[in-house]
Structure formats: C-alpha cells, structure tokens
T-cell receptor, first 113, second 115 residues
C-alpha cells in the first residue's frame, strides 16, 4: 500500500530535549515536505526537499532541521524544542515538480512543556 | 500579504444541499496548481481535487468540483449533495512552481452538515 508514515504519532517532551520525528514514504517520490498546523493558520511549510541531499527552507524553518540522505526518508529534527513548537506536524510527499497531488502522513502531535 | 484567503471560518449546510467554499489566491507565477484538502476530526489530510493554472476546464471529482476563475484568482470548491460525513475542515492550497515546490495553505473553513 502506497503510504507516508510518521513516528511517533504523539509526543510530549520538555523544553530543550532534542527530538526527531521520522517520515518515510514507499512511493519513490522525489519531493518531500514538512508542515506544521496551528489553529487559524492552516498548514505552514517548514522545510522541503526536491531530492536526496537537496533541501530548502519553507515559510517557518526557525528551530527545525531536516536531512535527506535517502529518497524514502525525511526526518524532522528539533535540536532544542520550545513551547512555541507545540503543534500538529505533517510530512508529505509528491512524485515531483508539477504533480497534481500530495500524499500526507497521519500527523504527529507534539507538545513541548 | 496572504497568498491564500478563505473568508469563511465556518459554514453550515443542510444535508443533500450544495455548498460552495470560497478560496482566493495571490501569485505572480504563470504556472501554479490549486488544491483542496479535507481534514476530518480524526486529523488526516485527504486530497479532494486539483486544478492546474493552464487547465481550461474546471476540475471535477465525484461530488466535488472546483470553480476556477483565473482572472479573479479564485478557486472555489463546490460540494454537491452534502452528506453528514462531509463535516470537516477544508483547506485550499496553492503550489507555485516558480518557488520550487513551495506549497501555501489557507487558514481553512470548517463545514458542518446539518441533518
């Protein structure tokens, strides 16, 4: 089954404790992206990757890091989480430039105390 | 400036009636894509429909159609024959090719279908 998986689905942590949210897709898609969703703001793009070793900032990259060492994986790293990073996070993938849809993961709800 | 505007924070519709969810966008790109997603209370993002900027026909997918008015920069979603299961948040989004694969989402419209 074609899918995007994220882990963990739920995470409660404390300020400053480094964490990684994993994202993996099994569709051989070139393009992957991370979003955060906050009430009243919709989804905002954090980082995206056009292919292996190619990443770029989205609209809200501060406080986040990403890497794309393999085509299927695109982890999101919070080196020193803060309470304002409490949010619902989505990973997504598309086949490539100009694709007519994005496939979303199930979401990760992160709470930073 | 907001690139995607959804002016209806909440909408109500009677079951079996049609409803239109508004979306306007702002871009200087000539080649772009417009998307609608549904997010039920369970939280997942469900792709509904896509319209390319060069598509001359309005996109349709089952009960969903996209009313694309390029000159007005609007991409309204029309849901025909609403069902209770249509109650959800609906997001309009745009992909601007000129910025690589930058996707921008609107703030969403919460649709409630009344029995």
């Amino acid at each position: 089954e074609a899918q995007v998986t994220q882990n963990p689905r739920y995470l409660i942590t404390v300020t400053g404790k480094k964490l990684t949210v994993t994202c993996s897709q099994n569709m051989n898609h070139e393009y992957m992206s991370w979003y955060r969703q906050d009430p009243g703001l919709g989804l905002r793009q954090i980082y995206y990757s056009m292919n292996v070793e190619v990443t770029d900032k989205g609209d809200v990259p501060e406080g986040y890091k990403v890497s794309r060492k393999e085509k299927r994986n695109f982890p999101l790293i919070l080196e020193s989480p803060s309470p304002n990073q409490t949010s619902l996070y989505f990973c997504a993938s598309t086949p490539g430039l100009g694709a007519d849809t994005q496939y979303f993961g199930p979401g990760t709800r992160l709470t930073v105390l | 400036a907001q690139k995607i505007t959804q002016t209806q924070p909440g909408m109500f519709v009677q079951e079996k009636e049609a409803v239109t969810l508004d979306c306007t966008y702002d871009t200087s790109d000539q080649s772009y894509g417009l998307f609608w997603y549904k997010q039920p209370s369970s939280g997942e993002m469900i792709f509904l429909i896509y319209q390319g900027s060069y598509d001359e026909q309005n996109a349709t997918e089952g009960r969903y159609s996209l009313n694309f008015q390029k000159a007005r920069k609007s991409a309204n979603l029309v849901i025909s024959a609403s069902q209770l299961g249509d109650s959800a948040m609906y997001f309009c989004a745009m992909r601007e090719v000129i910025y690589g694969q930058n996707f921008v989402f609107g703030p969403g419209t919460r649709l409630s279908v009344l029995p």
